[in-house]
Nanobody
Framework: QERFVESGGGFVQPGGSLRLSCESS????????MGWFRQAPGKEREGVAC????????SYADSVKGRFTISRDNRKNIVYLQMQNVQPEDTALYYC?????????????RGQGTQVTVST
């Protein structure tokens, strides 16, 4: 049984938008801080966005600040990553993850990811 299932990736032109979703039938996501991470070939894994469990506070990597938004729908048990004004350097495998605590984000448990490709 998958821990998390990501969807919403695809091919998009520079300047476009995508919304990624992270679902779980195994865990109640509102109990944890949840993060989105990305991994591009030849690059270090990057923590993109994090949303805390306690107060819903969010944080972002400088590379995406002002363009990406992380949010939750606790009723649907989904965490979203809204991506706007995407650029070729945003091309990566995106996955959601948690360290099973309420404050900080890590990828102790993660999904398989969804591929985002930004190109003309």
């Amino acid at each position: 049984q998958e821990r998390f299932v990501e969807s919403g990736g695809g091919f998009v032109q520079p300047g476009g938008s995508l919304r990624l979703s992270c679902e779980s039938s195994r865990f109640t996501l509102e109990y944890y801080a949840m993060g989105w991470f990305r991994q591009a070939p030849g690059k270090e894994r990057e923590g993109v966005a994090c949303i805390s469990q306690q107060d819903g506070g969010t944080s972002y990597a400088d590379s995406v600040k002002g363009r990406f938004t992380i949010s939750r729908d606790n009723r649907k048990n989904i965490v979203y990553l809204q991506m706007q004004n995407v650029q070729p350097e945003d091309t990566a495998l995106y996955y959601c993850a948690t360290d099973f605590n309420g404050v900080t984000c890590g990828d102790a448990a993660r999904g398989q990811g969804t591929q985002v490709t930004v190109s003309t």
